[in-house]
């Protein structure tokens, strides 16, 4: 979801940097490195790990309030409604497989006129008993629910860490970058697209060779 339906990493980037600094501390923000792709689980644990001290019921408190500021200001990705249409067309199930909380996706497909059109919803985050990206267990999961199989799934990702997780899962991978910070750089995709019309060219290739 994030930084790929609508372009949220760019938000935190630009508008999210003194409230994470304030929140775990300017020395222990700068040792955590980039955060894109973590669960908040996972970054609790790896502030933790740098010396973060906060009851997690308050961090959570703190950060869902942040993300409703943060959500309000992101724009959903243009195109996306054309893009989702068109999947339709073709025969393919959507889902949603995020590394944030359920509240946040929410906030987004709130937002969506066509949300009704994704069949499975699934926050990492929420769900403790999977590994986190990079590990594959989630969008194995979102495999196994839509009755489909990693041959003639597409997962896009923006996050190293969700690139690794769907090529992992067998998925034909899109590396996504219309939304990513200035600097990432994303490695390990099938295909790069700066944009969802991008993206429907190598989904129409996709489809070419497959159907």
């Known amino acids: 979801m994030d930084g790929v339906l609508v372009?949220?990493?760019?938000?935190?980037?630009?508008?999210?940097?003194?409230?994470?600094?304030?929140?775990?501390?300017?020395?222990?923000?700068?040792?955590m490195g980039s955060t894109m792709g973590m669960t908040l689980d996972t970054?609790?644990?790896?502030?933790?790990?740098?010396?973060?001290?906060?009851?997690?019921?308050?961090?959570?408190?703190?950060?869902?309030?942040?993300?409703?500021?943060?959500?309000?200001?992101?724009?959903?990705?243009?195109?996306?409604?054309?893009?989702?249409?068109?999947?339709?067309?073709?025969?393919?199930?959507?889902?949603?497989?995020?590394?944030?909380?359920?509240?946040w996706i929410d906030l987004v497909l709130a937002r969506i006129p066509l949300r009704k059109k994704f069949s499975y919803?699934?926050?990492?985050?929420?769900?403790?008993?999977?590994?986190?990206?990079?590990?594959?267990?989630?969008?194995?999961?979102?495999?196994?629910v839509l009755n489909a199989v990693p041959e003639t799934t597409i997962i896009l990702e923006d996050s190293n860490s969700g690139i690794q997780a769907a090529r992992a899962a067998g998925a034909l991978t899109i590396g996504f970058r219309e939304h990513l910070p200035p600097d990432y750089q994303q490695t390990g995709a099938h295909f790069y697209a700066n944009s969802l019309k991008e993206v429907l060219d190598i989904v129409k290739m996709f489809c070419s060779q497959r159907w």
Do not use: C
């Open 43 to 103: 970054e609790y644990e790896t502030a933790s790990k740098y010396g973060f001290r906060m009851e997690k019921r308050k961090y959570y408190e703190l950060y869902d309030n942040q993300a409703k500021i943060i959500y309000s200001k992101s724009k959903i990705t243009p195109g996306l409604n054309e893009f989702i249409l068109f999947l339709e067309k073709k025969g393919f199930t959507l889902g949603i497989v995020s590394a944030s909380r359920q509240t």
């Open 7 to 31: 372009n949220s990493e760019l938000t935190w980037h630009n508008q999210g940097q003194d409230f994470l600094q304030n929140l775990y501390g300017k020395e222990v923000f700068k040792k």
């Open 121 to 144: 919803i699934l926050s990492i985050n929420d769900r403790k008993e999977l590994r986190p990206k990079p590990y594959p267990d989630s969008y194995l999961e979102a495999i196994k």
